[in-house]
């Protein structure tokens, strides 16, 4: 959930050194970037830093990241005729630098905490590639999808098999869990959900579990489609904030093991707010397996010491009976 990222100073120097496209590109770079949050807030976990938008780069299509603006893709995808500008890739060629970060990072972080992979979901990846940018309706997106149902099923399997690639190049150089980010799947139909993004997610699911690595599987707005994205075959479902956790174990069952859900604008409050609230979403969850984490990214603007509230709040109160 970008855990190295502008809100902390030592990221902002790194970014005076290198562009956001350079430090991806950069093993060294990337590597110090990861290492900032294991250093800084004491996390059980190091997330390699890269971007879900990586492969799309690697496929051919003109990334570039302007300052404020976010990412553009200069030559968007809008039409089944335009899948062929995909070109195919290898994770270890074109993205050499992601799984070469990896192993350094591996090796710098000596087993003190695991290693952390990640790719962006077909669907996801598909906004991306359509819109050229982040959009507000995803209008583009959609009526490619509505109109050219065939056409738009072959740009999520193009993707699912990008992601599944990169993941899988991730695991074998060291990436002891992996997640699938699907941002902008939580705002399809819940049926449009079931035909598109979700075949085209458990695609990479299952190809990533035959390594034996557990994934994640987080959508964005998981609240009218929990027992569908539950039915992907991940080991660990990613909620966002807005839904309860104890809505979602009634729904799902105690067994489920669940990742979130602080609402990540929490870290605006003082942190004995934030540690309030942190207890309140362990209470909500109860005693089924559990992982902490925020809903969703780490706004930029927050005080590093409220990450480190939080941080230290759940190793406080998510010890066994800190908040029975
Ligand atoms: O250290 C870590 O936790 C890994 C960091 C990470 C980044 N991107 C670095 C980043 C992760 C997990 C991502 C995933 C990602 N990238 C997602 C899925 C996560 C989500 O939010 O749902 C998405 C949609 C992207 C695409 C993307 N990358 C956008 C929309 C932006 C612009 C955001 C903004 O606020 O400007 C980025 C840029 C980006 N990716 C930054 C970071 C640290 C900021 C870049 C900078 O330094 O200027």
Known sequence: ????????????????????????????????????????????????????????????????????????????????????????????????????????????????????????????????????????????????????????????????????????????????????????????????FRAMALPAAAHVIERVKATGCPIVYFVNGVGGKLEDIASSGADVIGIDWRVGLTEVRQRLGQGVVLQGNLDPCTLYARPDVIAARVRDVLAENGRGPHIFNLGHGIMPDVPVAHAKALVDAVKTFGAPGGYA
């Open 1 to 192: 959930m970008r855990q190295a990222g502008r809100y902390m100073p030592e990221y902002r120097a790194l970014r005076q050194k290198y562009s956001f496209l350079e430090l991806c590109h950069t093993p060294e770079a990337a590597v110090a970037a990861s290492m900032l949050p294991i250093d800084m807030l004491g996390v059980d976990g190091a997330i390699i830093f890269s971007d879900i938008l990586i492969p799309l780069e690697a496929m051919g299509m003109n990334l570039q990241f302007d300052e404020g603006k976010g990412p553009i893709l200069s030559d968007p995808i809008r039409s089944r005729s335009e899948i062929g500008r995909l070109r195919a890739y290898d994770a270890n060629k074109e993205t050499r630098f992601l799984p070469d970060a990896v192993r350094m990072l591996k090796a710098e972080l000596a087993g003190r905490v695991p290693v952390l992979g990640f790719a962006g979901a077909p669907y996801t990846l598909a906004c991306y590639a359509v819109e050229g940018k982040t959009a507000r309706h995803y209008s583009a997106t959609k009526s490619f999808m509505l109109n050219d149902r065939e056409g738009f099923k072959e740009l999520l399997f193009r993707f699912a098999d990008a992601a599944a690639d990169l993941l899988i190049a991730q695991i074998e150089a060291g990436a002891e869990l992996v997640q699938l980010f699907d941002t902008w799947a939580g705002d399809l139909m819940p049926d449009e």
